[in-house]
């Protein structure tokens, strides 16, 4: 399995950008994933999932209504959409595959992550 973000980089606060998640060696479409984010000194924190189909996706409430996840099956890629972004928002961004039957919390395979880093 290899999951590969990118699109990271440099925002201004209110501005937007685009994270890609690339996915090998797994069946993508028969697998829920998740978007997770570590801040500088701070633990992990879960951000959205989307179901295999993608008609499923939760967001944390932190960026509920700022950020949209979203899935191409058949380029076996993830996208997070964010946007109206908050200095609050500065991490290190990775997505992962959701270990089948758990929660979206609870992943077996991660990538490297991409960073993200908001400020004027």
């Known amino acids: 399995v290899q999951l590969v973000e990118s699109g990271g980089g440099l925002a201004q606060p209110g501005g937007s950008l685009r994270l890609s998640c690339a996915a090998s060696g797994f069946t993508f479409s028969s697998d829920a994933l998740s978007w997770v984010r570590q801040a500088p000194g701070k633990g992990l924190e879960w951000v959205s999932g989307?179901?295999?189909?993608?008609?499923?996706?939760p967001y944390a409430d932190s960026v509920k209504g700022r950020f949209t996840i979203s899935r191409d099956n058949a380029k076996n890629m993830l996208y997070l959409q964010m946007s109206s972004l908050k200095p609050e928002d500065t991490a290190l961004y990775y997505c992962?595959?959701?270990?089948?039957?758990?929660?979206?919390?609870?992943?077996?395979?991660w990538g490297k992550g991409t960073l993200v880093t908001v400020s004027s």
């Open positions: 989307i179901g295999s189909g993608g008609g499923v996706t």
């Open positions: 992962a595959k959701v270990l089948g039957g758990s929660s979206w919390a609870s992943m077996d395979y």
